[in-house]
């Protein structure tokens, strides 16, 4: 106690307020007080409570003011879990480095200024503890010689001020509680070190010593204003394990209740202000601490034997806009939900080591905390949390789910060596200590309630509503389907009536329509009769042609006839005039004379005269309209004519210019003809060409056997053989036939074509039977017999020398007078090239044994003969060549007994020529020589001739020195075995 005077001034102070307070109580005893400042309208520091103010109570019917002061709040936590809150226990380290840890326990330590006496005596405390607060350590000395270090998380020197320990100590637990969590401030420490002014102090006077009480209330209360949280508070004091409520003294055995399913710590009897502002605060702290004294007064004792608790209720409404937590939903609405959390403010008894008998007590609740610390620092599974109240009441709030933070202060002076070394050991135990931090949520039943209800009126409103508007839609729904069902009925009667129609509609038209399918029919008869009216005018115009000529006098004759028809007419009508002038006469007698009869009754007489007149007259009318009518009929078919006239003077132009076109058409054609033919005979002259080369070569190499020879022969064959080819093509193209027709055309240049383009196809074997069956053996031969032309000449004979290699041709050639035509072909020229194809053509006719005596009669030989005299050695090749063939057909019918006698040839003076030719220069020729005359020497008939021409000794030469052995041995035979030339 620093100042007694003030001391028992608070006291006085307090119970006149106490005194006031039961003043105004309500009759039913509860105890229940609300203290706001702002109904007081007083001046917040001169008094407390004012008298006449209207405290709120809480009567027991308002559920509010009892859940929360009954402390009935569900917690989120069940009762399984409430002991999750099992703290993790720490390395036996001093160190605490996990200073960032919110479940641990924060322990501060705080140091005391000295006062006067200690300024005085105890001059050595600096050697007990040494303050490191920049590294938030202490330092104890154990004994003389070593001394121990320890961490905490906060270390105040003296100087410390009441706003830096509040921010150090208090503020992280505050704004926890703030968030919803629950939280504890303890302050421990031997007494007189300074717990209830760091903790409970006031500031009446100096705002700047209020402590952490004054100052929590200041930071919540700040909060609450901008937000929806609710304020309240009770404040006990727990002395000999008796709780007293400082708010209502007379209430000094308040029991301590716990929820058995949330485990939730409540005290239920306690007074709960709710506080509205912290001038309000203030006076209620004031009234508590008044109370305080008062009753540690009554009760004898210190203020520091006592536990002072200060419990502070939190009730925040969620908003859910500016909550991240999702909302609970029920059905489509969401509970409001409410956030619950209680700080407590405890402002522990002194530690004081002279225990005397009551400190026991007062210890039961300190002793039994350092065991519970203990045991949650350890991490026991058992925390003897109900070993006393202290430890009871603080069950939810420390080492539970709740920030704790506990100060602890020591003296400055070494006389309190060991309590300030069990206080530091206290709190180092109590850093160990690790809560499980919950957030307390609960859903606001009531207030959903009061939400669900007017929801619930609302919606049953708006259900009768819609069901009365529900009701007059089904009353107009029904009307309108009435309506339909009425339309609807009329619409299928209407349906009905249309589809009779339509069917009766549909009837008709299709009998319409068999009526024009009819009609269509006739229309279409017709039409074919027409057409064949057509055709058959068609015919008639073609007869109408062919009189048009006729018609031209037949029209002249009509004109006469009309013009004597009309003239014919006019008199006749002038005749009928007059009769009908006459007989209007006679008429006017007739009735003169009717007169008369019926005076006179001779009326016969002039009846018989008008009926002749009559008839007469008749016969005048009839003649006229037969005239008329035949007037008409002429002129009618007049009109016909003409219109036919004009018809066929369009046909003629139309033929005229299809003619015209024709015409143009052939002429394009002839231009495309002679193209054509240029183009061929250009190409038919370098075939002819090459074609004799072809023979000569070939006979050469078959002569020589030269490699070089062969060789360009094999080049030539094939140029031909692609020549023939073109030539074989043209020849499928044109026709053989039409060829040959062409070598008969009068014109010269074509004649050459032709005959060029039939001699190269005449090379060809295959294609001499095709020449001969067409004719081309006869066309050939008549050319040679009338052409002057020496190409035609050449040409023909080439390809009759060709043809004649063909039996079939030699038949035709030697029937058709070939031979003498051939003959006479050496008279006729003396063109080498000519010559040599006649004289080939002859030798190949000389093979042919049935033409032997007609070759002879026909001077083919003496031809022959004559041709050898031209000296030129194709001839003579050709000429020996035929020799040969004669001799050897010859010998050979004599041989096999055909004929008899001496050969045809000699009588030609044939055995002459071959004799003096057999030293010839051409190697083949000198070989068809030798062999005519080996085959001539066989005939025995012959053998006058041999001896006479000395052609005996050719044989014996021959028969050594010819150049072939066949020859040779032939002509040794001929020696051996005649008899005529062996002598
Ligand atoms: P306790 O509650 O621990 O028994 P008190 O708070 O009653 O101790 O303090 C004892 C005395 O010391 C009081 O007169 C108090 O004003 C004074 N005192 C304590 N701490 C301080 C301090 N930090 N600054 C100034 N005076 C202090
Ligand atoms: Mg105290």
């Not at 399984?80 to 993790?88: E, I, K, L, M, W």
């Not at 009618?636 to 299809?658: A, F, I, N, S, T």
């Not at 033919?677 to 060409?689: A, M, T, Y």
């Amino acid at each position: 106690m620093s100042s007694s005077n003030s001391s028992s001034a608070v006291r006085s102070s307090a119970k006149h307020a106490a005194e006031r307070i039961q003043q105004h109580l309500p009759p039913n005893g509860n105890h229940a007080i609300s203290l706001s400042s702002s109904s007081l309208n007083l001046p917040s520091r001169t008094s407390i409570i004012a008298p006449g103010v209207a405290h709120s109570s809480r009567p027991k019917d308002r559920p509010s003011a009892s859940s929360i002061s009954n402390a009935s709040s569900v917690s989120a936590s069940s009762p399984s879990t409430r002991r999750s809150g099992t703290p993790v226990r720490r390395s036996q380290s001093k160190d605490f480095d996990d200073d960032n840890d919110p479940g641990r326990v924060r322990v501060s330590v705080r140091v005391r200024p000295r006062n006067g006496e200690e300024l005085i005596s105890d001059a050595d405390f600096a050697d007990l503890v040494e303050l490191q607060p920049e590294i938030k350590r202490l330092k104890l000395r154990k004994n003389n010689w070593n001394s121990e270090s320890y961490k905490f998380d906060e270390v105040f020197t003296d100087t410390a001020s009441q706003k830096r320990v509040y921010e150090g100590v208090a503020k992280p637990v505050v704004e926890g509680v703030l968030s919803g969590y629950n939280g504890t401030i303890m302050a421990y420490g031997q007494t007189g070190t300074g717990k209830t002014y760091t903790v409970g102090k006031i500031g009446k006077d100096d705002a700047a010593e209020r402590g952490i009480m004054v100052r929590a209330l200041e930071d919540i209360l700040l909060n609450a204003s901008s937000a929806s949280i609710s304020v309240e508070i009770s404040y006990l004091q727990l002395y000999m394990e008796t709780i007293q409520d400082l708010l209502a003294p007379e209430k000094n055995n308040i029991s301590i209740n716990e929820d058995a399913k949330t485990g939730e710590v409540s005290v239920p009897g306690a007074t709960v202000v709710n506080i509205q502002d912290l001038d309000h605060f203030l006076q209620v702290l004031q009234v508590g601490e008044t109370n305080r004294h008062a009753a540690n007064t009554k009760m004898n004792t210190e203020s520091s034997r006592s536990h002072a608790i200060l419990t502070v209720y939190v009730r925040r409404a969620m908003n859910e806009k500016s909550e991240k937590a999702k909302p609970e939903s029920l059905g489509d609405k969401s509970i409001p939900r409410v956030r619950k959390s209680k700080l407590l403010i405890v402002d522990l008894a002194g530690t004081d080591g002279h225990m005397i008998e009551e400190a026991k007590f007062i210890n039961l609740s300190l002793t039994s905390l350092g065991k519970c610390i203990n045991a949650l620092a350890e991490g026991s599974s058992h925390i003897p949390t109900r070993d006393s109240k202290l430890t009871r009441l603080l069950r939810d709030s420390f080492g539970g789910s709740a920030r704790t933070s506990l100060i602890i202060t020591i003296g400055p002076s070494a006389r309190y060596h060991a309590e300030t070394t069990s206080t530091i050991m206290f709190g180092q135990r109590a850093m160990k200590i690790v809560n499980m931090v919950k957030l307390k949520e609960e859903f606001d039943y009531e207030s959903l309630c009061r939400k669900l209800e007017t929801q619930v009126d609302h919606l049953t409103a708006e259900v009768e509503r819609q069901n009365k508007l529900r009701n007059s839609e089904k009353l107009e729904l029904e009307k309108r389907l009435r309506e339909c069902e009425n339309s609807f009925a009329e619409a299928e009667k209407n349906a009905v009536t249309r589809s009779k129609f339509l069917e009766k509609e549909n009837t008709r038209l299709e009998l319409s329509m068999k009526e024009l399918l009819k009609e269509l029919q006739l229309q279409k008869d017709q039409c074919d009769l027409m057409h064949d009216r057509a055709i058959q005018l068609e015919m008639k115009l073609k007869n109408t042609k062919e009189q048009e000529m006729g018609n031209y006098q037949y029209q002249r004759e009509l004109a006469e006839t009309t013009y004597t028809y009309e003239s014919k007419i006019a008199e006749l009508q002038k005749k009928l005039e007059d009769e009908d002038a006459r007989s209007n006469a006679a008429e006017e007698q007739l009735r003169q004379m009717k007169r008369l009869i019926s005076d006179r009754q001779v009326i016969s007489q002039e009846n018989e005269e008008a009926n002749e007149l009559k008839i007469k007259l008749e016969e005048l009318s009839q003649m006229y309209e037969s005239t008329v009518d035949e007037l008409q009929t002429v002129k009618l078919d007049y009109d016909d004519l003409l219109h036919q006239k004009e018809k066929l003077g369009e046909e003629v132009r139309d033929m005229k210019e299809r003619l015209l076109l024709e015409e143009k058409q052939r002429k394009q054609m002839e231009s495309e003809l002679s193209k054509l033919k240029k183009n061929l005979r250009e190409s038919e002259n370098v075939v002819e060409e090459k074609r004799y080369m072809k023979e000569d070569l070939s006979k050469a190499s078959s002569e020589s056997g030269a490699q070089t020879g062969s060789q360009r022969s094999q080049g030539l064959k094939k140029s031909l053989s692609g020549q023939r080819a073109t030539m074989a093509r043209l020849c499928e193209e044109v026709g053989i036939q039409k060829i040959l027709q062409l070598i008969k055309s009068e014109d010269l240049e074509v004649q050459i074509q032709a005959v060029k383009v039939v001699a190269n196809l005449a090379a060809e074997e295959a294609n001499q039977v095709k020449i001969v069956e067409e004719g081309g053996v006869e066309a050939l031969l008549m050319l040679v017999q009338s052409s002057q032309n020496s190409t035609i000449l050449r040409v023909a004979s080439g390809a009759i020398a060709n043809l004649a290699m063909n039996e079939k041709s030699q038949d035709l050639i030697m029937n058709k007078g070939g031979a003498q035509l051939l003959a006479k072909m050496v008279t006729k020229t003396d063109d080498p090239q000519t010559l040599r194809m006649v004289a080939g053509a002859l030798a190949n006719l000389c093979g042919n044994e049935k033409f032997l005596k007609l070759l002879k009669e026909e001077e083919g030989i003496k031809g022959l003969l004559t041709m050898a005299q031209s000296g030129n050695i194709d001839i003579i090749a050709q000429v020996a060549r035929g020799m040969a063939n004669f001799a050897k057909c010859e010998t050979r019918e004599i041989m096999q007994g055909r004929r008899k006698g001496r050969s045809l040839l000699l009588e030609e003076g044939a055995l002459e020529w071959l004799t003096s030719n057999s030293h010839i220069d051409s190697a083949s020729t000198q070989r068809h020589i030798e062999l005519a005359l080996c085959h001539l020497a066989q005939n025995e008939e012959n053998a006058n001739d041999f001896r006479r021409t000395g052609s005996v000794t050719e044989i014996v030469r021959i028969s050594v020195e010819s150049s072939r052995d066949d020859i040779r041995s032939l002509a040794k035979k001929i020696l051996k075995t005649n008899p005529y030339f062996s002598s």
